[in-house]
């Protein structure tokens, strides 16, 4: 057996297929989460890379060898894997890698009703028996049976949100050959929205681009599209479909703040008072307008055990990260893009106006996105920033997750070291672009220096 430190991350596994990952290591895998999570039963989906099948298999084949039962949902989204543990009240197994390419795949856990399955959560305790090996138990083994969830999952985001009303739209929307070309015609399907599919064949192989929607140039064919077209808008899903990225109908990119902001006003009209979480990162907008809407921001750490830990804490009802996760209490407090979407294309067709004069109230400032830096000594280079603002009048900072540093005049930015790389990311803001290029050249002075 490999060492599985390597490929048991903060938050899921992941690793190169045939090299880290394979069934031998995958079929322990799967023997160790039935031993945490104890039965009745496991649920288990997967994406369309090519190793996902036979992965998912190998794991299925671990569960049962410890007499707990699998339901095989196939072909599935990560949130409609999460969908599935939350309607079916069951510990749940997604096989994905996400946007990483093709050579990838990995594994996303959660317990029953979509509650995560981290390192302080039973992700440690999986690598170790994992690493042991976990005999088979005595007695009865599990079984397998087979169950479709999509349309089950469709009808039920069309509960949460009512488009059938909304003025027809036409939307183009890359799904990057990920599991989005599976669920966008059965999520949108006899809805007044016209469809511009790109790149809907599902393929692991991803032979038109990588489907991270996080890095701009994955954007481009889209908003290309987008123009030529004359849709409303476009959307961007990621591999697994669980993140969701907005270009409005000049192509141009909607800050996930701005998503953010939009949706906690939809949730918060909804349900007045509740509380909003935002990870550190996101605009100072997203507070801002969560309390002019009435409703409490609770500011958290990046990461999706860190909101989902938050959300049940405060009993909040909507979350969002920078990165286009978004977290709803009435999706079992899991992440879905494709409900954060449908709220987008709700709140622009039931308006006259342009998703860009819509999302203009919820876009107060300028942002950086994030900037990676490779440096030998993070704690160093982290040292040397504060050092270098330590005296400066009004600035003050806080580590609720790596360095913040607030400049009291809606200027501020974030410093954070990778958990698996020798990188620094830095995130600024402020309130014109001017002050954003002059702070973050600034700082990146001392880091790279």
Same mark, same amino acid.
């Given at each position: 057996?490999?060492?599985?430190?390597?490929?048991?991350?903060?938050y899921?596994?992941?690793?190169?297929?045939?090299?880290?990952?394979?069934?031998?290591?995958?079929?322990?895998?799967?023997?160790?989460?039935?031993?945490?999570?104890?039965?009745?039963?496991?649920?288990?989906?997967?994406?369309?890379?090519d190793?996902?099948?036979?992965?998912?298999?190998?794991?299925?084949?671990?569960?049962?060898?410890?007499?707990?039962?699998?339901?095989?949902?196939?072909?599935?989204?990560?949130?409609?894997?999460?969908?599935?543990?939350?309607?079916?009240?069951?510990?749940?197994?997604?096989?994905?890698?996400?946007?990483?390419?093709?050579?990838?795949?990995?594994?996303?856990?959660?317990?029953?009703?979509?509650?995560?399955?981290?390192?302080?959560?039973?992700l440690a305790?999986?690598?170790?028996?994992?690493?042991?090996?976990?005999?088979?138990?005595?007695?009865?083994?599990?079984?397998?049976?087979?169950r479709?969830?999509?349309?089950?999952?469709?009808?039920?985001?069309?509960?949460?949100?009512?488009?059938?009303?909304?003025?027809?739209?036409?939307i183009?929307?890359?799904?990057?050959?990920?599991?989005?070309?599976?669920?966008?015609?059965?999520?949108?399907?006899?809805?007044?929205?016209?469809?511009?599919?790109?790149?809907?064949?599902?393929?692991?192989?991803?032979?038109?681009?990588?489907?991270?929607?996080?890095d701009?140039?994955?954007?481009?064919?889209?908003?290309?599209?987008?123009?030529?077209v004359?849709?409303?808008?476009?959307?961007?899903?990621?591999?697994?479909?669980?993140?969701?990225?907005?270009?409005?109908?000049?192509?141009?990119p %909607?800050?996930?703040?701005?998503?953010?902001?939009?949706?906690?006003?939809?949730?918060?009209?909804?349900?007045?008072?509740?509380?909003?979480?935002?990870?550190?990162?996101?605009?100072?907008?997203?507070?801002?307008?969560?309390?002019?809407?009435?409703?409490?921001? %609770?500011?958290?750490?990046?990461?999706?055990?860190?909101?989902?830990?938050?959300?049940?804490?405060?009993?909040?009802?909507?979350?969002?990260?920078?990165?286009?996760?978004?977290?709803?209490r009435?999706?079992?407090?899991?992440?879905?893009?494709?409900?954060?979407?449908?709220?987008?294309?709700?709140?622009?067709?039931?308006?006259?106006?342009?998703?860009?004069?819509?999302?203009?109230?919820?876009?107060?400032?300028?942002?950086?996105?994030?900037?990676?830096?490779?440096?030998?000594?993070?704690?160093?280079?982290?040292?040397?920033?504060?050092?270098?603002?330590?005296?400066?009048?009004?600035?003050?900072?806080?580590?609720?997750?790596?360095?913040?540093?607030?400049?009291?005049?809606?200027?501020?930015?974030?410093?954070?070291?990778?958990?698996?790389?020798?990188?620094?990311?830095?995130?600024?803001?402020?309130?014109?672009?001017?002050?954003?290029?002059?702070?973050?050249?600034? %700082?990146?002075?001392?880091?790279?220096?």
């Amino acid at each position: 057996m490999p060492d599985l430190s390597a490929i048991v991350k903060a938050y899921d596994i992941r690793g190169v297929v045939g090299e880290q990952l394979d069934a031998a290591v995958t079929r322990e895998l799967g023997a160790a989460f039935a031993k945490l999570v104890g039965g009745p039963s496991v649920v288990i989906g997967y994406d369309m890379r090519d190793s996902s099948p036979a992965l998912s298999a190998a794991f299925a084949e671990g569960v049962t060898s410890q007499g707990v039962d699998v339901v095989s949902i196939g072909l599935a989204s990560t949130d409609m894997l999460y969908f599935a543990s939350g309607k079916l009240q069951l510990p749940g197994a997604m096989f994905t890698a996400s946007h990483n390419p093709a050579k990838y795949n990995g594994i996303k856990l959660c317990r029953a009703g979509a509650a995560p399955v981290g390192q302080d959560s039973g992700l440690a305790e999986i690598r170790e028996w994992a690493q042991q090996g976990v005999p088979a138990v005595e007695g009865r083994h599990g079984s397998v049976s087979e169950r479709n969830m999509l349309a089950d999952y469709a009808a039920y985001l069309r509960e949460l949100v009512d488009l059938s009303g909304i003025r027809p739209l036409k939307i183009a929307v890359d799904a990057g050959n990920g599991m989005g070309g599976y669920t966008v015609p059965e999520v949108f399907a006899g809805l007044p929205i016209e469809v511009v599919p790109m790149y809907f064949e599902l393929d692991g192989n991803f032979p038109n681009h990588e489907a991270n929607p996080l890095d701009p140039a994955n954007l481009v064919d889209l908003q290309r599209r987008v123009v030529e077209v004359g849709a409303d808008a476009g959307l961007a899903f990621d591999g697994d479909a669980d993140r969701c990225f907005v270009v409005d109908a000049d192509g141009n990119p %909607v800050s996930p703040s701005a998503v953010t902001a939009l949706v906690a006003t939809r949730e918060l009209a909804k349900d007045p008072g509740g509380t909003i979480i935002h990870n550190l990162i996101t605009s100072r907008c997203v507070p801002e307008i969560v309390e002019e809407h009435g409703g409490k921001p %609770v500011r958290t750490r990046v990461g999706h055990s860190f909101i989902k830990q938050r959300m049940a804490e405060t009993g909040a009802i909507f979350g969002g990260e920078h990165s286009a996760h978004y977290y709803f209490r009435d999706f079992w407090r899991a992440d879905t893009g494709m409900l954060a979407a449908m709220h987008v294309l709700a709140a622009l067709g039931e308006q006259d106006g342009s998703l860009a004069e819509l999302t203009a109230e919820f876009c107060r400032y300028e942002a950086s996105g994030e900037i990676n830096s490779t440096v030998a000594d993070q704690a160093a280079s982290t040292a040397a920033v504060r050092a270098a603002f330590a005296d400066r009048e009004g600035v003050t900072f806080d580590e609720l997750d790596g360095m913040t540093v607030d400049l009291g005049d809606g200027r501020w930015f974030n410093l954070r070291a990778s958990n698996t790389e020798p990188l620094l990311r830095l995130n600024v803001e402020a309130p014109d672009a001017g002050a954003v290029a002059a702070l973050r050249d600034e %700082v990146l002075a001392i880091v790279r220096r």
